[in-house]
C-alpha cells in the first residue's frame, strides 16, 4: 500500500509556536515534529519508495530535512509540491497522478496519534474494506468535544460501517449527544482504492479530473475543495473503520494542553527555565526564564518576538489574532526571527532603520547561493567553524574571528567545507534590508 503524507498546512491557530513558513507539522513541540511521526507511521505498511509528501515549495527544504534527521530517503520525485494550496483534494489527486494506481493511506501529517497495535489492526481491516469502499477512521471519542467532526455510524460491515453521515463541529449539547449514540471522531485520515476515489470524483467533482490529466498546471482552472465536503458526505461508498487510540488534532493551544504531561498543580510546562509559584492548570510555552506567580488556567506561549496570553479554554480565537496581523501586512505570521534554509538558517538578533544583525548557521558541506544585493553592504564575522568566502571572484577563508566586508552590489558566497556548523555573525547596512533585495547566479538548491 502507497502512503499520501499531506504536509501542506499553515497552522495558523497555532500563532506565534507556528508560522507561514513553519508551520505546526514541522514544530519540534515533542521530541520529533509531527511530520515526522507521520513519517513512521507511514512505514508500517509502506515502504520508502512508497511514500510520497505532498506539500509546497516553501516547505520543501523542511520535508528533507526532517527525512534527513530521521535517516529516511525518498526517491526525489516523491516529495510532490504543488504551486498554491488549494486544500486537501486537489493534493490527494496530485499525489494520485504522481504515484500511480493502487492503494492508497492518506495521512494529515499534523496531528498525534499512537501507533500501536490497534491502529495497525484498522489499517489492515481498511485495506480490505477498501476493495469495495472509500475507507475513512472514526477515532472512539473519550468525551464530548466541541473541536472536532464527527461521523455517525450506518450498517455494519466486516470490521466497519458503512458511513451514514458525516456532523460539522458541533455545539456542547450536541457533541454529548452525538457520543450517547456512539458517533465517531472524524480523524481525517483514509484507506482507499485509487480506480475507486477516480470514479466518486469523475461522479461528484469531475472539475477536478483535469488534475489527473494535467497535473500541476491544472491548479489555475480549479477550485479549493475538501476531500470531505467534495467527495465523502456526497458518495454512497464511505466506510468507516473505528480506531480505539489516542488521537488528536493538535488543532489549537487548548489541545496541547491536553496531551502534554503535566505537574501536580495541572501546569503544562515546556520550557528550559519556568517557574510556577502558587500557580495551577496552566500551558506555558517559552524560550526565555518565565516565572509565572498567582496565575490560573491560562496560556502563554513566549517566542522570540512575539508574546501569546490567552485564558484556556478560549484557544481557537487565536486564529482572529492570526487575521489581524495578516491584514496589516506585518512579517510575525510568515517567519520567526529565526528562519530556516536548505543550507541552514538564520537569526535576526537586532534590527532597525538602516541595519540588521544576523547569526548565520551553515550545515557542513552546504553553502549559500552566489548572490548579489543591491541596497546593502554585508559584513561577516566568523565565530565558529570555517568559511569559504567568495567576493566578485576572489576567494579567501575566514577562521574563529576573522572578518570580511562585502560591498553592496558585489557578487558573493558562504560556503562551509568543515565537519562542524559553521556560525558566522553578519552586520548589513543600507536603505532596504528585506529578503527579496536578492539576485541569484549559482545555486545548489534549484530556488
Not at 455545539?171 to 450517547?180: F, G, I, W
Not at 496560556?299 to 508574546?307: P, Y
Request: hydrophobic share 35%; with cysteine; glycine share 6%.
Amino acid at each position: 500500500m502507497k502512503t499520501l503524507i499531506l504536509a501542506g498546512g499553515k497552522g495558523t491557530r497555532l500563532w506565534p509556536l507556528s508560522r507561514e513558513l513553519m508551520p505546526k507539522q514541522f514544530i519540534r513541540l515533542f521530541s520529533e515534529s509531527l511530520f515526522q511521526k507521520t513519517v513512521r507511521r507511514a512505514l508500517y505498511h509502506s515502504s520508502p519508495d512508497e511514500v510520497y509528501v505532498i506539500t509546497n515549495k516553501e516547505y520543501r527544504f523542511r520535508v528533507l530535512d526532517d527525512l534527513e534527521d530521521l535517516g529516511v530517503k525518498l526517491p526525489e520525485e516523491n516529495v510532490i509540491l504543488e504551486p498554491e494550496a488549494k486544500n486537501t483534494l486537489p493534493a490527494i489527486c496530485l499525489g494520485i497522478k504522481v504515484a500511480g494506481d493502487g492503494k492508497f493511506a492518506v495521512l494529515p501529517s499534523d496531528h498525534l496519534i499512537e501507533a500501536d497495535e490497534e491502529y495497525l489492526r484498522a489499517f489492515r481491516v481498511a485495506e480490505k474494506l477498501s476493495d469495495s469502499h472509500l475507507v475513512t477512521f472514526g477515532i472512539t471519542p473519550t468525551k464530548p468535544h466541541t473541536g472536532y467532526g464527527y461521523i455517525k455510524p450506518g450498517k455494519k460491515l466486516d470490521g466497519g460501517f458503512e458511513v451514514e453521515q458525516f456532523k460539522e463541529k458541533p455545539s456542547a449539547e450536541l457533541a454529548e449527544e452525538y457520543v450517547s449514540k456512539g458517533y465517531f471522531w472524524n480523524s481525517g485520515m483514509f484507506v482507499f482504492d485509487s480506480k475507486i476515489f477516480v470514479e466518486e470524483v469523475e461522479k461528484h467533482a469531475p472539475e477536478f479530473m483535469k488534475v489527473f490529466e494535467e497535473g500541476e498546471k491544472a491548479y489555475g482552472h480549479i477550485p479549493e475543495a475538501s476531500i470531505d465536503y467534495a467527495i465523502l458526505e456526497k458518495s454512497e461508498r464511505v466506510a468507516v473503520v473505528p480506531i480505539n487510540t489516542f488521537w488528536s488534532d493538535l488543532g489549537n493551544f487548548d489541545s496541547i494542553y491536553e496531551v502534554m504531561e503535566k505537574d501536580d498543580e495541572g501546569n503544562a510546562i515546556k520550557s528550559d527555565d519556568c517557574i510556577a509559584i502558587d500557580s495551577k492548570n496552566n500551558l506555558a510555552i517559552t524560550q526565555r526564564l518565565t516565572a509565572l506567580i498567582g496565575v490560573e488556567d491560562s496560556i502563554i506561549i513566549d517566542t522570540d518576538d512575539a508574546l501569546l496570553i490567552a485564558k484556556r479554554g478560549e484557544a481557537e480565537k487565536v486564529r482572529e489574532v492570526y487575521k489581524l496581523l495578516a491584514e496589516r501586512n506585518d512579517k510575525v505570521v510568515e517567519v520567526h526571527r529565526t528562519a530556516y534554509r536548505p543550507w541552514g538558517f538564520y537569526t535576526v538578533l537586532e534590527e532597525n532603520t538602516g541595519y540588521k544583525i544576523k547569526r548565520i548557521t551553515v550545515k557542513p558541506g552546504k553553502r549559500l547561493s552566489l548572490q548579489r544585493h543591491y541596497h546593502r553592504s554585508e559584513h561577516w564575522v566568523v565565530v565558529k567553524g570555517t568559511a569559504r568566502i567568495i567576493v566578485d571572484g576572489k576567494e579567501v577563508l575566514l577562521r574563529s574571528g576573522e572578518s570580511t566586508f562585502v560591498p553592496a552590489g558585489a557578487i558573493h558566497r558562504i560556503e562551509n567545507p568543515g565537519k562542524v556548523p559553521l556560525e558566522v555573525i553578519e552586520i548589513q547596512i543600507g536603505e532596504y534590508l528585506e529578503e527579496d533585495d536578492i539576485e541569484r547566479f549559482e545555486d545548489d538548491f534549484g530556488r
